[in-house]
């Protein structure tokens, strides 16, 4: 027998396909985009913005045009932060 993928651990969680920016409002994940492609850095980390790393569970809250508001649940606290929609997927694990 062929062991089963292990469950996420909320079965409607979606996981980062990649690295992905979370701002706490939505209006700066653009403004944290066009800062990193421009190569300022320095500009973007003084918003209030982190990154999502690649594989990690988020649990999808509101929607708004192509953002989405997520959960991250990072060290013991619940983070809730604005992303892009195409930045996540669902987890097909699930049963």
Do not use: H, M
């Not at 990193?36 to 003084?46: G, Q």
């Not at 045009?65 to 097909?92: H, M």
């Amino acid at each position: 027998p062929k062991p089963a993928p292990p469950r996420p651990s909320n079965p409607f969680a979606k996981v980062a396909k990649e690295d992905a920016p979370g701002c706490l409002l939505p209006g700066d994940v653009d403004k944290f985009d066009s800062l990193r492609w421009a190569n300022r850095d320095d500009l973007a980390l003084k918003l209030a913005c982190v990154i999502i790393p690649q594989g990690t569970e988020v649990t999808p809250l509101d929607s708004f045009a192509d953002l989405q508001q997520v959960i991250w649940e990072k060290d013991g606290k619940t983070i809730e932060l604005w992303s892009r929609k195409y930045n996540f997927k669902y987890n097909f694990t699930r049963e």
